[in-house]
Nanobody, 124 residues
Framework: QVQLVESGGGLVQAGASLRLSCAAS????????MGWFRQPPGKDREFVAV????????YYADSVKGRFTLSRDDAKNTVYLQMNSLKPEDTAVYCC?????????????????WGQGTQVTVSS
């Protein structure tokens, strides 16, 4: 089992920044990558970004590329999502998820453990 706990969400104005954290505990050795997904109000969940624990390679959705940055702290088993230049359309519940494979998949079915999520609201 892997437990994931997100933090760092909040209410900000457009153009502001937020940093989300995802702390992993438990059997973290089973996880090869950590992803972030978001679910805007009334919409389906969508992929945001993913980072591999080994090597730190990252991949971003086009909608956040250039504005969001992933990083990791191996000692703390924590992944960070730095979100800059936030837009109202970034408003969503953001969840982190653990992926056991290194296959590069960004589909949510490839991720087997999920956090509860943290709300990000961006006002115009």
């Amino acid at each position: 089992q892997v437990q994931l706990v997100e933090s760092g969400g909040g209410l900000v104005q457009a153009g502001a920044s937020l940093r989300l954290s995802c702390a992993a505990s438990g059997r973290t050795s089973s996880s090869r990558a950590m992803g972030w997904f978001r679910q805007p109000p009334g919409k389906d969940r969508e992929f945001v970004a993913v980072i591999n624990w080994s090597g730190g390679s990252t991949y971003y959705a086009d909608s956040v590329k250039g504005r969001f940055t992933l990083s990791r702290d191996d000692a703390k088993n924590t992944v960070y999502l730095q979100m800059n230049s936030l837009k109202p359309e970034d408003t969503a519940v953001y969840c982190c998820a653990a992926r056991p494979g290194l296959d590069g998949s960004i589909h949510e079915t490839s991720f087997d453990y999920w956090g509860q999520g943290t709300q990000v609201t961006v006002s115009s």
